[in-house]
Structure formats: C-alpha cells, structure tokens
C-alpha cells in the first residue's frame, strides 16, 4: 500500500497511517512482495532462492517461502558486497535501485564505524516518517505556520570512494537532500540556520551559529530539536561559556573572529547585519538571570515560545534526561522517532508521554519486519562464549508478536538487506490498531564480561543511575560516563569512569563505588564477586573536559556531532588512552569486603 505522503494535511497522514496499521499484516506481506519484485534478480538474493517464480503466490505462501529460504543475516554478511559497490562495481548486488551514496554508522557501538546502503528510497522514507511525526506533535503541541525550529543539526565531511561513491553519515545525506526541504515547506517550519552553517565541517563554529541565528530569530522559535539529546546538551554546555560574545554579535551586528569559514561568514551576517542593541540588552539580563540560578529553565526563558524540546531520549540517550530538564523547566520532552541507519523502524504517536515511558509504533512499509523471541535464561551456560543470556526461539513475523515479550528485531530492508539482525532488543507494549508498539530496551550485544558475567547497557545504565542518585544528594552532577571490563589483569575487574561537576568529598565517591558494585544483579557477576573470580569494581573520575575529548576523536574520524553518541563500553585503546591520561582519582569497591 503506498502512502499518499507528499501531498496534503495532518489528518491525511494520521488517516493513512491508521489504515496501513489496522491492516498491518497485509501490509508487512504486500511489503515483502514489493521488496521483492523489486530486486529478486540481485546476485545476493539468487544465491538462496534461485529462479523460483513467486508472482503467483499468495502473499503468505511467499512470507513462508522466503523465511524458509533466506537465513538470518549480520553485517558481515553483506560487508563484501558492500564492500565491491564501493569499489565502483555497477552488477545489482543487493538491491536494483543504484546506491550513489552509502552511509556510515556512528561506530559508538563497537568501536567501528559500518557502510549501510543508502537510496533515494532512504530519504524518502525518512521524509515520511518526519511528516507523520509532525502531525501527531501537532495535535499535542500545535505550532505557527512559518515558525522556526532551533535545531542543532551537523553534516559530516563526505568523502568518495574508489569507484566513486559518496560516504557520509546518514544525517548528512538526509540534510541534503530535496526531501530535506521538502519537509520543511510541507511541515511550515523552518530552521534557524542556513546550509551553510550545518554543512561547515566545524562543529564547534556551527555550535555558535545555531546559537546565535536561534536568539536573533527568538520570538519565532517554536521548538528546540537535535537527532540526540547529547547534542542539545553540548550546545547549551558551550553557551554557557561563549553567550556574551553572542550578545556583541547582536548588539553591533558582527560576527565573532572564532568563525572562520568564509561561507558561513557571509550566510550568517546576511542574516544578522542589522545591529539589535535591544535584543542584545534582552538577552544579556536573561544569562545574567540564568547564571546565577545554574542555567535552570535556561530555554523557556530565552524562547518564551518554544512549545517543547524534540530529540532521540532513549536507550544511550536516557542518562542525560536529568540535564536536559534543567535547560528545559517546565517544557515538555517529546521523544523522537525509533529508527537506524539501515531502516526506520517505528513513529511516537504518544508525543505527551514522558521519554523514560515512549514506546513506538511500528511503520510497516518500511521494511518487512521480523522479531526474533529472547527469553532470559537461568545462567546455565558456563563460560564467555554467548553473546548474552538470551534464549532465542525462532523469528515470527509482526502479526505473531506478543505484549510482555522481548524480540530482536530482524529487517529486510528497500536499500539491500535481507533477514538483517539488527542486534536492538525491544519489548511489546501494546498495539496501535494492529500494529505492535514496541519499547526499546538496549542492544543485544553484551558490553561488559568477564567471567560468566553478562551485562547489558541496560544493566549498567541502571547501575550508573544507583550511584549517581548518591552524587546528587552532595549537589554534583555526572556529566558522562563509560565503562571497561579489565582482562588483563587477573582477576579482571569492571571500571567505571566517571566526569563530574562539582566538588565531591572522597568519602562520597567511595560509597558511590561500592554501591554500584552491589547494584550489578547478574547472577554470574553476583557469585564472582563473591568468588573473588571478577575483583573489586574500580571507579574512576576524569579531569573536566574528558569526554569532550572523546567526541572529538570521534569525529576526527568522520562521524557528525548530530550522530555522536558515547560509548558505555569502550575496548577502543585511543579512547582508553584518553581516560587514563586523564584520570584525577580512583576507588576500588568494598561491596564484597576489603
């Protein structure tokens, strides 16, 4: 079923989007099909189903019929082929549509940064879900025609291949394309700054730029909006250090000498030429103001308009709600969408419901959707060779999934992957009509192990949270964290580093590291401490300014502030390096004795 998505208004969109979810089973089969009456020729699909003629069928002949046929993939499945498309081969390898430009994944995950396909198809899908997005905010949180969008938005440096393919990261694609534009005329809001602030390059220039178009345009901004909330943190976190320069630049019409691009130059002082000492004055209270109560409600008082603040708040994103709501006072956060670089998964059609409790309906045109049940086990396997401590049963399609259960979700995706595990696991919380509401709980991929010990982001997320309830009561603040398991040394131990803000007494940080050692619940975790197979959990607390660091490495090597997201765990020696040069102080736990 194809939506009607480039023409019309709000209600055309949530009309379309009810109808495909009531019937969401033969959707995801009319899918399939159309997947695959498009690239059934493709070298990758032929090597599993052949010649075979599936144009008779019935759609759930041939859902069981390419179940069967096709395996469950990984990206190392489909690396080579990538890999030759990027070498300049022209042969329908994975899909029929061409692929001019492949997208590079953050790499936060583990540590490598992946090429997914990228097609005309990619942008055109994310355009729908922006618009779908829009319309259920709308009814919530209904903004002016012609209104702006504060959006912290960065583009990557693009590079080609050597056949010549355009790499980037997905955003950077998305943001220039038409559809991009096409978005913001069909949703009648637009952004603060021009192209040639978000494609910069620089991100700490683009930084200022956004900042400072967003308070020159300030009674005209009806949200705040990032891809992560990370980057809205960022954003404000360097406003509090560089606002009166910003102030001058209003004041007398300039531009500070900090930006050095002559394009960016010219694009933001065409905006900004006409000094404004009025709105300079206005502003300069409000930081002064702001200042003095520690930037809390900093955005509702410099956007009095602002309706709410949008970003991605889940998963990775959840550790930073607690400063986003001090920039945010009153402002309602409203959760961005569930998607990933190699398909858009699902829509918040809930935007009032608070992030901590978003979950996501399912699209089910955008690729066919599998889910693979995890069931938790009882801890029965010996050894470090599971990658977690699921039990899977075999994948149902989206019409068999149940509330209550957890699932990996599997895609065969427009863009050239087939039975493609995504490694995200999710819970069923619901339905809208037929279609399953999923909540993101973590990645599959285990972070931390050492023993028979198996944690999760999740798990350490939870641990994390334990201890920095206690570094709340002293009046700190936990800035970022990440975490190592220590194999090295025998026995191999956790740590946990820590940025704060604030001064905190050793004595606190001490019980701060032991009650974390005690939060971990893992039953393998839990009997080797008590073993003294894993030992002490170490907690270790970096200089100021530490995981900036971090973020910078990360896009020195090609990823786009928008995208950044910290790794919880990190193997990477580059970023290990960072955090042990910069180590100011470390406790080991007592949580199992001295």
């Avoid at 209904?142 to 938005?153: D, Q, S």
């Avoid at 038409?178 to 809001?189: C, D, L, N, P, V």
């Avoid at 693979?372 to 068999?400: C, H, K, T, Y």
Wanted: with cysteine.
């Amino acid at each position: 079923m194809e939506p009607a998505m480039y023409k019309g208004s709000c209600c055309d969109i949530i009309s379309w989007f009810e109808d495909i979810s009531e019937n969401a089973s033969c959707v995801q089969m009319q899918t399939l099909r159309r997947i695959l009456q498009l690239n059934f020729a493709v070298e990758y699909l032929k090597k599993w189903i052949g010649e075979v003629n599936f144009e008779d069928m019935e759609d759930s002949a041939l859902e069981s019929l390419y179940t069967s046929l096709v395996p469950l993939a990984s990206h190392a499945d489909f690396e080579p082929y990538v890999q030759r498309i990027a070498d300049g081969e022209k042969a329908p390898l994975i899909t029929q549509e061409p692929i001019s430009t492949l997208s590079l994944s953050s790499g936060t995950t583990d540590g490598r940064q992946k090429y997914v396909p990228f097609t005309c198809h990619s942008s055109k899908t994310t355009l729908q879900l922006f618009k779908l997005a829009a319309a259920y905010r709308s009814r919530i949180y209904p903004i002016k025609e012609g209104g702006r969008i504060l959006e912290f938005i960065y583009s990557s440096k693009q590079f080609k291949t050597k056949g010549g393919i355009t790499v980037g990261t997905a955003t950077t694609h998305y943001y220039a394309s038409e559809e991009f534009k096409i978005k913001q005329r069909q949703t009648k809001s637009y952004i603060c700054s021009p192209e040639e602030v978000i494609s910069s390059g620089d991100y700490k220039q683009t930084t200022y730029c956004h900042l400072l178009l967003g308070l020159y345009l300030y009674d005209q901004v009806e949200f705040i909006a990032s891809t992560f909330a990370f980057s809205i943190i960022q954003s404000f976190v360097s406003f509090e250090e560089f606002w009166e320069e910003i102030c001058n630049d209003i004041r007398d019409g300039t531009l500070s000498s900090k930006i050095t691009i002559p394009s960016v130059r010219k694009a933001v002082l065409d905006i900004i030429s006409v000094p404004n000492p009025c709105l300079a004055k206005r502003v300069q209270s409000k930081c002064v103001e702001l200042e003095e109560k520690d930037w809390l409600g900093l955005i509702p008082k410099l956007w009095p308009n602002a309706k709410y603040v949008y970003s991605i708040m889940t998963g990775s994103m959840q550790p930073y709600l607690t400063k986003l709501r001090h920039y945010a006072g009153d402002l309602p956060l409203v959760s961005a969408d569930y998607g990933s670089t190699e398909s858009w998964i699902g829509v918040n059609v809930d935007p009032c419901c608070p992030p901590e409790k978003v979950s996501f309906a399912v699209v089910p045109t955008f690729s066919y959707f599998e889910f693979i049940p995890l069931n938790r086990s009882e801890n029965e396997v010996i050894g470090n060779s599971a990658i977690d401590d699921f039990v899977e049963d075999d994948p149902v399609p989206l019409s068999q999934v149940k509330i209550g259960q957890q699932y990996e979700i599997v895609l065969t995706t427009f863009t050239g992957l087939y039975r493609y595990r995504l490694g995200d696991v999710v819970e069923v919380v619901g339905f809208h009509r037929n279609t399953p509401k999923l909540n993101f709980i973590c990645r599959r991929k285990l972070i931390l192990t050492v023993n028979i010990d198996k944690n999760t982001e999740n798990d350490l997320q939870l641990v994390v949270e334990k201890g920095s309830q206690i570094l709340r009561k002293s009046r700190a603040e936990l800035v970022d964290f990440t975490s190592h398991a220590e194999v090295g040394k025998n026995p191999g131990h956790y740590i946990i580093y820590w940025e704060i803000k604030g001064e905190v007494e050793e004595r606190v940080l001490e019980e701060c590291c032991r009650e974390m050692d005690a939060s971990f619940v893992d039953h393998g975790y839990v009997v080797s401490r008590r073993t003294n197979s894993i030992g002490p959990l170490e907690l270790c607390i970096v200089e100021k300014g530490t995981f900036k660091k971090i973020m910078e490495n990360f896009i020195a090597n090609g990823a786009a502030l928008s995208q950044f997201k910290t790794p919880r765990c990190t193997t990477n020696q580059v970023l290990l390096t960072i955090l042990n040069f910069w180590t100011i102080k470390r406790f080991r736990s007592t949580a199992y004795g001295p």
